[in-house]
């Protein structure tokens, strides 16, 4: 651990650095020139007049953002003797799961690349190239046969592999005792008890105002709502990032939700974001993955089945098939535990000149991957702003679950979390459904591991995903995972098989988000 | 120009110049009571020890290592004092760090595997011309089946494990704004409290007098008026003042409505300054 001083001065030269290279720095260096004329500004005290002068004209907030961002999204700086992989995770044994794991995905795409006979990535024709073009608003017609395709993963065989997770220096005996868990994940990180989960959701409070329950139509406006909807349209107008994360702790009114989504995540669309997003199709354009293949695969498989989402199948094809060819994508992979697979030119294994990235954003997608994106859908409808927020979202949140790593709100602990706390406050139905071989791990995994994207109503998929933006954390997942089977434990209880048991909590599209995270963590008698 | 900020990423900060001490450290011996082989239950206590070059007594700078599921650490140093030289006899022990937490929980994860650095500056003790160091390791939970330290560095003094070389003003955050003082345009209370003393010893003197002579409407409320417009007060308080002064040939307000007697608290109002401060009426 670097001691206080060390740390804040590693800290600060750090973002300094990422910001350096930004279009802020070059639009504030701008702004300041430019300022030079004005008459306010002397010469005897420019310094000062400066700082003033991008005070007020609203640039100062802007940076504020900026490193309010890079705070949010890059891990503290570590301990300059650490190597490079121990920022992205501290314990050995995690990073050669990882590494086998991520073994075992490249095999089983190079199998089947070599079954199919199809190459990883081809230079399309002219003619298909102007097909493609024509037809870009309108991808989901195109039919093309995907049945010899296969997802290269589903969640559940990920979840396989946390179960076997063993740290090799903790005494895994065989003898049932107080060291082994008696869920399925085995690794003893440390999560969060119902005391400490109130202390950090303390927003969460039964004292407090929420969308999802104070906006309810028996409660009057004037109580919350209106008062909440002003407080939202002034944080937008002073365009505070800060402010806005706090505020959408108690939910974002949902005329709001889109602005103030973009302020957390720093997101201005700028004229060199819509060129970006521009090139990337471009890129789509000109060059066929076999991972696009996979993405129409998943589609068609999970979003297009939706009922909610299906009418968004053209945008989740615009988004992804961009987001695979993303390599500004790549530099997440500094604090993610995992590491882009590297693919060699045709006849050149092995020589590192001949390397790249495949797919060039370095991640693969499994089964249930576009559901990431579908919300989002109802938010925002242009393609560019669309695939900026999704991406932010990815590299601040989504890429921690389905990844292995000790991070507080990496799937592993947010597995243990939610078996933890299922067994402290529900421990006859944990010991129940354990009797009768339904560890209940293995039906809220799936939802975990999506975010509850499919799962929920959207409106309350939105409230949710507000929470994980406020907290800029994904603990909440864990804790809302574990209510639902309180909330259901009396059906639970009767039932004497894992069908069964996954019949009772097969449809959550009824269920309302909010009531039940607050009657969980502060109206439970313990 | 500022010069060109360096890449401060991992370990790029230590520059070549800094060495660690040389020394020998020996492997751990773990302390038992009973025998260690056939003894159950796990030790949860080792010592390192390292020696230094007899020769070159250190002036220790920092520690830095990398945890191995150790919970607490204990740092010993013997020093070399000139009132030793010449003796033969065992040197002191002292005690420098004592029970630095490394793993906040023991039975599980957190800190496990973290790097570490200890400054001298942290330290109990002076530690110049240190000759051996011990390191006393603890590990309370009987969950792991061993703890240690790796990677064990010693730096001397002069020469700092971290430098970065960007302008040092960037180290330093800036000071916390005070918030702005919203009663800038409100005039001292203790200054209106004297004056609203001298106005109301006046309204005293008058009531006092009360003499035969007509003074007409020339009342009190009008010597009010004069008075808020004698100190320069906002004119929104003068409009509160008027319309007795009918012979208003003096009248510098020179409105027609009635005159009204500010009482201290209405006049706190208007300022939005707690009445209370009004001591003297």
């Known amino acids: ?52 002068f991008l005070k007020t004209s609203g640039w100062e907030k802007r940076l504020q953002n900026a490193v309010y961002s890079e705070l949010n999204v890059f891990p503290s700086p570590c301990h300059p003797a650490a190597p490079p992989e121990h920022m992205k995770e501290p314990l050995v044994y995690m990073r050669k799961a990882q590494g086998s794991w991520e073994k075992r995905i490249l095999k089983s795409l190079n199998s089947m690349c070599t079954e199919l006979s199809i190459p990883l990535a081809r230079k399309r024709p002219i003619g298909e190239q102007k097909e493609l073009f024509n037809k870009w608003n309108e991808m989901g017609t195109d039919e093309p046969d995907l049945s010899l395709f296969r997802p290269v993963y589903a969640p559940k065989d990920f979840l396989e592999v946390l179960m076997n997770l063993r740290n090799p220096n903790y005494e895994n005996g065989d003898q049932p005792s107080f060291r082994n868990h008696l869920g399925l994940i085995q690794v003893p990180l440390k999560v969060k008890d119902i005391p400490e989960l109130k202390d950090y959701f303390s927003e969460l409070g039964l004292n407090t105002g929420q969308l999802g329950i104070d906006d309810s139509t028996q409660v009057p406006p004037e109580l919350f709502e ?71 695969k998943d589609v068609k498989l999970t979003a297009s089945n939706d009922d909610y989402y ?36 045709r ?33 925002y409808h242009e393609p560019s702003k669309l695939y900026q927020i999704f991406r932010e979202m990815y590299v601040r949140f989504f890429f921690r679950l389905h990844s292995i790593s000790s991070h507080p709100s990496g799937i592993v602990s947010l597995c ?111 | 120009m500022e010069p060109p900020a360096p890449n401060p990423g991992h370990g790029a900060g230590r520059p070549m110049a800094t060495r660690p001490a040389p020394c020998t450290v020996r492997s751990p011996v773990v302390l038992q009571v009973g025998d260690v082989k056939t003894d159950l239950a796990r030790p949860g206590v080792a010592v390192i020890d390292v020696a230094l070059p007899p020769a070159q007594p250190l002036d220790l700078q920092e520690i830095v290592f990398k945890n191995s599921y150790t919970a607490f650490l204990t740092v010993r140093v013997q020093r070399r004092r000139p009132c030793d030289v010449g003796r033969a006899s065992a040197r002191k022990w002292v005690t420098c760090l004592w029970n630095h937490c490394l793993m906040p929980s023991p039975h599980t994860e957190a800190g496990s595997q973290d790097y570490f650095s200890l400054f001298r500056h942290q330290l109990l003790c002076d530690v110049d011309q240190v000759t051996a160091v011990r390191l006393i390791l ?7 089946l061993h703890f240690t330290l790796e990677e064990l560095r010693l730096y001397p003094r002069g020469q700092q494990s971290l430098q970065t070389d960007f302008p040092s003003w960037l180290s330093h955050l800036a000071p916390q704004q005070q918030p702005e003082n919203l009663h800038g345009g409100v005039p001292d209370p203790e200054k209106v409290s004297t004056e609203v003393q001298q106005l109301w010893v006046l309204t005293e003197m008058i009531r006092a007098n009360q003499t035969a002579a007509r003074i007409g409407r020339f009342d009190v409320s009008f010597q009010l008026a004069l008075f808020i417009a004698h100190r320069g007060w906002p004119p929104a308080l003068g409009l509160l003042c008027g319309p007795a002064c009918t012979e208003g040939a003096g009248c510098i307000l020179g409105t027609a409505a009635s005159a009204v007697i500010l009482s201290c608290s209405q006049l706190a109002m208007l300022y939005e300054m707690p009445s209370n401060c009004w001591e003297s009426s």
């Open chain 1, 310 to 345: 299906f009418v968004f199948e053209d945008y989740l094809y615009q988004v992804l098939l961009c987001f695979s060819r993303d390599t500004s994508v790549l530099e997440h992979f500094s604090y993610n535990s995992a590491t882009p697979p590297k693919s060699y030119i």
């Open chain 1, 416 to 526: 243990l979390l939610f078996e933890t706390l299922l067994q402290t406050h529900l421990p006859q139905l944990f010991y129940h459904l354990r009797e009768i071989g339904a560890q209940p791990l293995r039906i809220s995994f799936k939802w975990m591991v999506r975010a509850f994207s499919g799962y929920l109503a959207t409106d309350q998929l939105l409230l949710l995903w507000d929470r994980i933006l406020g907290y800029n954390s994904l603990e909440i997942l864990a804790v809302l995972a574990a209510a639902v089977f309180a909330f259901r434990a009396v059906n639970l209880m009767e039932v004497t098989s894992l069908a069964a048991a996954e019949a009772v909590l097969a449809d959550l599209s009824t269920l309302k988000v909010m009531p039940l995270l607050q009657i969980f963590l502060f109206a439970t008698v313990t």
């Open chain 2, 138 to 144: 603890r590990q309370p939970s009987p969950v792991w």
């Open chain 1, 347 to 379: 006849g050149k294994l092995g020589m590192e000149e001949y390397a790249v990235f495949y797919p060039p954003n370095g991640v693969i997608p499994f089964h249930g991957f576009s559901m990431y994106v579908a919300p989002l859908c109802f938010l």
């Open chain 1, 1 to 52: 651990m670097l001691e206080q001083d060390t740390g804040l001065s590693l800290a600060i030269a750090q973002i300094v650095q990422r910001l350096k290279g930004s279009s802020l720095h070059s639009q504030l260096e701008r702004q300041a020139r430019g300022s030079l004329h004005k008459p306010e500004i002397k010469l005897e005290s420019l310094k000062e007049d400066i700082k003033d």
């Open chain 1, 226 to 296: 209106n008062e909440h909807v002003r407080v939202g349209q002034t944080v937008l107008t002073e365009q505070d990032s800060a402010a806005a994360q706090q505020y959408v702790r108690q939910g974002c009114p949902t005329a709001l939700r889109a602005e103030l989504w973009a302020l957390i995540l720093n997101i201005s669309n700028q004229p060199e974001d819509i060129l970006y997003y521009e090139q990337l199709k471009s890129n789509v354009i000109q060059h066929d993955l076999l991972v696009d293949s996979l993405i129409y």
